[in-house]
Each structure stands twice: as structure tokens, then as C-alpha cells.
């Protein structure tokens, strides 16, 4: 993906994006995108929606494109500034729209919606390395490697249990009375 979109998220409640850091007791812990990068906790009642499982519903409606893949269109189109921002005129966020996804669901696909990609977008093409989808290549030479020369996982070894050990080490100390017959 040309966008790593994966530890990006929307929090419900604060504004812009954020990268998260790690889980925290009463939330998450994550990280601003933007000059400052600071760091902040987002409460546990606040909604997290992480980038990288949002998309844009079309007309057909078992089909949905990824928001990584917008992000891709855009910058395959555009470059790495978006034409329009959510200042934009209605006329002008929808026609943006339609020449990024023609098919996108105009019922569904609200203004909002639209206004939030344009933001979106142009901190994540700010703050987010741009890679290119050269790694199509490399995987269609890995899909056409032999399948001898993959090598299995290894099977992780069960750490015997407090019982086990206990069995298995050699009785030298005499063995402990329960309270029970002790009485």
C-alpha cells in the first residue's frame, strides 16, 4: 500500500489524526499527526476508527473501496495536495469526488463524509511517507518460487506446567503434607 494506513486512526471527539502508540489502563495512548506530535490519552469512551478500516461505498452495494485506495487515486491524480479542501463548494467536493470514485454511492457518500477525506488526505500525504506500489513485482517472483524451498514454522514448545515439572524433577526433597493430613 502506498499509504501505510494500518496505526492511523480517527478519535470521535478530538480532532484530526492520530498515530496510536500503544493500549493504555483507560484508553489508548497515541500521538498526534502534526508538527507538535504530541502525545495524549484517548479515553476508552471516546470511538477509535483506524484508517485503514474505513471505505467509500459504491453503487454496487457488495462492493466498498478502502480508504488506502482513495488515498492512492488521489495521489496517483493529484500529487501529494488535494485539488479541493473542506472549505470547497458543494459542487466542487462532489465533482472531486466523482473523479476519484465516478461509481461512488451518492446516496450513502454524505458531504461530510467528503470534507472528511479532503482533511484527511492532506495530513496524511504531509505526515505519511508516500511509497511507491512497486512491491507488485516482488510478489508475483515470490508466488512463482518453488514451493520446497518455503520452510515451515517451527512448533513452539509448551513450557511444562508447575504439576509436569514437579513430576519430572527427581525426588530428592521430602514431600510437602497437605494441611489436611498434617491435622
Known amino acids: 500500500?502506498?499509504?501505510e494506513l494500518q496505526e492511523l486512526a480517527a478519535i470521535s471527539g478530538m480532532p484530526g489524526l492520530y498515530r496510536l502508540v500503544r493500549a493504555a489502563r483507560h484508553?489508548?495512548?497515541?500521538?498526534s499527526l502534526d508538527e507538535r506530535a504530541t502525545r495524549t490519552l484517548?479515553?476508552?469512551?471516546?470511538?477509535?476508527s483506524l484508517l485503514s478500516e474505513i471505505s467509500i461505498y459504491t453503487q454496487d452495494p457488495d462492493q466498498t473501496v478502502p480508504l488506502s485506495e482513495v488515498f492512492e487515486r488521489i495521489h496517483q491524480?493529484?500529487?501529494?495536495?488535494?485539488p479541493v479542501t473542506s472549505k470547497s463548494s458543494e459542487a466542487e467536493l462532489t465533482d472531486f469526488m466523482a473523479s476519484v470514485i465516478p461509481d461512488f454511492d451518492r446516496d450513502r457518500v454524505y458531504l461530510s463524509d467528503i470534507k472528511k477525506l479532503t482533511t484527511w488526505f492532506g495530513i496524511v500525504s504531509k505526515h505519511v511517507p508516500y511509497q511507491e506500489a512497486?512491491?507488485?513485482?516482488?510478489?508475483a517472483a515470490e508466488a512463482e518460487a518453488?514451493?520446497?524451498e518455503e520452510v515451515a514454522p517451527k512448533a513452539k514448545r509448551k513450557a511444562p506446567k508447575a504439576d509436569d515439572a514437579a513430576a519430572?524433577?527427581?525426588?530428592?526433597a521430602p514431600a510437602k503434607k497437605s494441611r489436611k493430613s498434617a491435622e
Open 146 to 148: 518453488p514451493a520446497s
Open 1 to 3: 500500500m502506498p499509504y
Open 134 to 139: 512497486a512491491a507488485a513485482p516482488e510478489a
Open 27 to 31: 484508553g489508548v495512548l497515541v500521538e
Open 168 to 172: 519430572e524433577s527427581t525426588d530428592t
Open 42 to 48: 484517548a479515553p476508552a469512551r471516546n470511538k477509535v
Open 77 to 82: 491524480q493529484h500529487g501529494g495536495t488535494s
